[in-house]
């Protein structure tokens, strides 16, 4: 399960700390008192940033710096593709062995697929998605439709 | 004998035990041992409990205290005299003072709602005070935040000292005329503390108030007197104490449960029932309206069976022993803070600890691997870990059949934690 991926960012956090945005969810795993306050800046359709801080375990700290790297940077649409594609995964119970498609939309984040098998893990890798994708929608529904055109 | 070569005093023949507990064989992992440190959370049931539930449902299962056939009066004297054991093994001056509940949460919620349905002199309603302490168990807290939110009471509590004991310089403040209930737990499941009951129970006396003690987790590792400890009602539960889950308990001092009025409504907490009226059966079974849980009472009868035959104050040395160990050998681990007493006076063996930066779900996971199970997260004491600041705790609790052996694992499994994320 603790892949050196995952160690890498747990130990050396991409894009760690909140930076401007247009919205900021603050999103706990009240099981274990995970927590993550994280902001999604737009321009345009384009995710310019992802910034965040939390606390938690190595597998939620993870998670959100994969998240980081993967999304800024991408079109809103394949954000939520690849979102999608990571919920899929984590919610497989370690049933999906991730292909060369999969692979390619998930990038680093495939190496989770081992989480996938411990169900009271599922939520610590999940934490940081599930806020970006509220963060998401929050910057979307409080954009007007001009500065998203 | 320890690794270190020490011998401790006062242990119990786990080897002997430990065959009473068929998981305690399992092997985990890839034909790791298991080494179970999470009895705070619930105990491992011997065969002795198994072979009763067993023997219930194959031979004597019926509804309790109707039919007039041979099964029902089977079940029937079986289930009661489950609450005979339990009276007993508490030191009850009257098994009508046992309450079955399904759980120490509804046995404190039960009390809850019984004073905020009471009539004077033990009605809480605004003019009037709840007292418990910031070590509670959620269970402990939520129930009295809805009676003071339901009756507009005000909830006060006692804090916490920076190791891990209840603060209580300022009882006179905190427990005054005004108050009506003080219900506080034992021991505490995530420091491991034992409070200090006398006093308490002699401020609460001076002022008229009630007093509530959440037992939970005593009632499985030392002798439990209702009557020495002074206090109105006990809660405590079943799976803690080698029994099933599914029953708990709830012991009231006699007039009280008298006085007091029913909470659930249903069959079996009757006398009469009209269209427009009922009278209620006498305590206990006032406060156990629908079918029990039959066969997880006589379960608990034989746990107590069970836990009387090795002998309370054995089970205490016991622990005693292994906690003193494990503290000491914890204490000797580099950025190893243990989050309660670091010493094995009026403390119980549940150590919850954390280890430098490392988030306890990380250290639960890798000694998962190890086999060894604890418990991480905040033990549903949140504001235990706000008061020290923490996020979550490690914890490893002891039981009648953990080892030093286990302790011993337990230091090694944390010295590979540190190694994989050091």
Redesign the interface.
């Known amino acids: 399960m603790y892949q050196d991926v995952i160690l890498d960012h747990y130990k050396h956090p991409h894009g760690r700390g909140l930076r401007d945005g247009q919205a900021e969810v603050h999103h706990v795993n009240p099981t274990c008192g995970d927590e993550i306050t994280l902001r999604v800046r737009l321009d345009g359709t384009v995710i310019a940033d992802v910034s965040y801080e939390g606390q938690g375990c190595s597998i939620s700290q993870a998670s959100a710096s994969v998240l980081n790297d993967l999304l800024v940077g991408k079109d809103i649409a394949q954000a939520q593709q690849i979102q999608e594609t990571f919920l899929e995964l984590m919610q497989s119970r370690g049933r999906i062995e991730p292909d060369e498609e999969m692979e390619e939309v998930l990038e680093d984040a495939v190496v989770f697929a081992g989480v996938s098998k411990y169900p009271a893990r599922v939520k610590c890798a999940l934490l940081s998605w599930m806020a970006w994708k509220d963060a998401t929608a929050k910057a979307l529904s409080s954009t007007t439709p001009e500065e998203t055109a | 004998m320890t690794t270190d070569g020490r011998v401790l005093p006062g242990l119990l023949d786990t080897e002997a035990i430990r065959k009473d507990f068929p998981v305690l064989d399992r092997l985990v992992h890839d034909g790791r041992k298991l080494v179970y440190l999470d009895n705070a959370a619930t105990s491992q049931k011997p065969r002795q409990v198994l072979d009763t539930l067993n023997s219930y449902y194959e031979r004597s299962n019926a509804n309790v205290h109707r039919g007039v056939h041979v099964l029902a009066e089977e079940a029937t004297a079986l289930y009661e005299g489950a609450r005979d054991k339990v009276a007993a093994f508490i030191n009850a001056p009257s098994r009508d003072e046992v309450i079955f509940t399904k759980n120490a949460s509804e046995s404190l919620n039960l009390v809850a709602n019984m004073l905020g349905w009471a009539d004077e002199p033990y009605r809480v309603d605004r003019e009037t005070e709840i007292v418990i302490t910031e070590m509670e168990h959620h269970s402990n807290i939520v129930p009295w935040q809805l009676l003071s939110q339901r009756t507009g009471a005000t909830l006060k509590w006692f804090g916490l000292t920076d190791d891990g004991r209840l603060d209580l310089s300022d009882i006179e403040q905190v427990i005054t005329e005004k108050t009506k209930i003080v219900s506080f737990v034992l021991v505490s499941n995530i420091l491991g503390t034992v409070n200090p009951v006398e006093a308490i129970v002699r401020r609460a006396q001076d002022v008229g108030a009630l007093v509530l003690i959440d037992a939970s987790q005593a009632a499985p590792h030392m002798v439990l007197d209702v009557q020495a400890l002074g206090a109105d009602f006990v809660a405590f539960t079943g799976h803690k104490m080698v029994g099933p889950t599914g029953i708990g308990v709830l012991w009231g001092r006699q007039e009280l449960l008298e006085d007091l009025p029913p909470f659930l409504g249903g069959g079996e907490m009757i006398e009469t029932v009209s269209m427009h009226s009922s009278t209620y059966a006498p305590a206990p079974h006032k406060f156990e309206a629908g079918t029990p849980p039959i066969a997880q009472a006589i379960g608990l009868g034989a746990a107590v069976d069970y836990l009387s035959a090795i002998g309370m104050d054995k089970i205490a040395a016991h622990e005693h022993a292994l906690t003193e160990y494990a503290l000491d050998r914890l204490l000797q681990v580099p950025d190893l803070r243990i989050i309660g007493p670091t010493t094995a006076q009026d403390r119980a063996a549940a150590i919850s600890f954390v280890l430098g930066d490392i988030?306890?779900?990380?250290v639960g996971?890798?000694l998962d691997e190890q086999g060894i199970a604890v418990r991480?997260?905040?033990h549903c004491a949140?504001p235990v870990?706000l008061r020290y600041g923490i996020?979550?705790t490690t914890r490893a609790s002891f039981y009648l059949y953990s080892t030093p052996a286990e302790v011993d694992a337990l230091v090694e499994g944390l010295e590979q934690v540190r190694n994989?994320?050091g």
């Open positions: 988030h306890p779900h990380d996971q890798v991480v997260g905040h949140r870990c996020p979550a994989f994320f």
